[in-house]
């Protein structure tokens, strides 16, 4: 049996291959293209070899390359690894030996590992939010601009309506600030013709779903959200109890202890701040719904005692655990 540990990095990758007694057959440095993992990797029946490399920006590529080859691959987590993690000489070299040896002695702490449409719906999710992000950007600089002049916008926001009142009426004392004016109107609809477009192909995601139907039974949750959440958990059976996921979504205190002494911090912080932000976003909609439910009801209940960002936090992780028994189980949310 062949062993290999993959260093990986943007443009290139530090390969390391050992028997099963851990005697050194290969080693060597070489730039991220087929043609050369092929090359690295000749000599290696697939049958007759195991690949460990680190989960990183950029595994995704050489992942499907050698798993197109039919190679067994683990995708290592640096955090868990704490061989590689904790030491004090961190080289490439050593990187790579550290992860053999650890596939050869099988204590390779891995990563999940989603399918390919998993992966592609959640790189759609992941476009939609940088999309987002970029036309939020764009309002604010024209909100910015609007206030350094001194210019009332009588519009609640950036609608049509605004739009036109802007280029006809707001700033015809300003032409120069008109100009630049212009050119953030005509970026941010193009980021709305954007936004448009990628949240129709989000909605054909959803109603394609039967998971994200059940899901789009709970109230706050409708297809974009609902898309959201089925990416972030991919596999639900992955996931031994309603615990373990509210973990993965970070919504579970941390814990630090010393004999007898038990104290609870703030939220972990290693989990999965995308499925964390949608089910606490999510929960501040529950919460305003007109129609009585089990998790308003909650809230409001927490708020007695306690902030209302620790009660939408403890809210969010009861309505984890409701996601979690209603994909387990295939059934619908029910108010009562």
């Not at 089910?279 to 501040?284: F, G, Q």
């Not at 129609?291 to 969010?316: G, P, W």
Request: charged share 30%; with cysteine.
């Amino acid at each position: 049996m062949n062993y290999v540990g993959l260093d990986i990095h943007k443009k290139f990758t530090l390969g390391v291959i050992k028997d099963k007694e851990g005697n050194l057959l290969n080693k060597s440095k070489f730039e991220n293209t087929q043609e050369n993992f092929d090359l690295f990797l000749k000599d290696c029946k697939p049958e007759e070899t195991k690949i460990v490399m680190e989960s990183t920006g950029v595994w995704e590529f050489i992942y499907d390359l050698l798993e197109s080859r039919k190679y067994e691959i683990k995708l290592a987590n640096p955090l868990k690894t704490r061989a590689i993690a904790s030491a004090r000489i961190k080289t490439d070299s050593v990187d790579a030996n550290t992860l053999c040896d650890l596939l050869r002695a099988n204590l390779v702490a891995e990563s999940y590992i989603p399918d390919k449409e998993t992966r592609k719906i959640r790189d759609v999710v992941r476009q939609r939010k940088s999309i987002v992000k970029g036309r939020s950007q764009i309002q604010n600089k024209i909100h910015a601009i609007l206030t350094r002049y001194g210019i009332k916008l009588p519009y609640a926001t950036l609608c049509d309506s605004a739009v036109i009142w802007m280029l006809e009426e707001g700033m015809n004392d300003l032409p120069s600030v008109k100009t630049t004016l212009i050119s953030y109107i005509n970026l941010l609809q193009k980021y709305t013709e954007e936004l448009d477009a990628i949240d129709g192909r989000i909605k054909e995601i959803a109603n394609t779903s039967s998971k994200t139907n059940l899901l789009m039974t709970v109230p706050g949750i409708a297809e974009i959200r609902a898309v959201e959440i089925m990416a972030e958990i991919a596999d639900i059976n992955r996931f031994e109890n309603s615990e373990k996921l509210c973990s993965y979504a970070g919504l579970v205190p941390s814990i630090h202890q010393s004999g007898d002494t038990l104290k609870f911090g703030n939220l972990i912080k290693q989990s999965s701040r995308s499925l964390k932000s949608v089910l606490i976003e999510a929960c501040w909609n529950i919460v305003k719904t007109k129609e009585e439910n089990q998790l308003q009801i909650f809230y409001m209940k927490l708020c007695f005692r306690k902030s209302k960002q620790k009660a939408i936090c403890a809210t969010a992780r009861k309505l984890c655990c409701i996601v979690y028994a209603m994909l387990k189980k295939n059934r619908e949310f029910h108010y009562s």
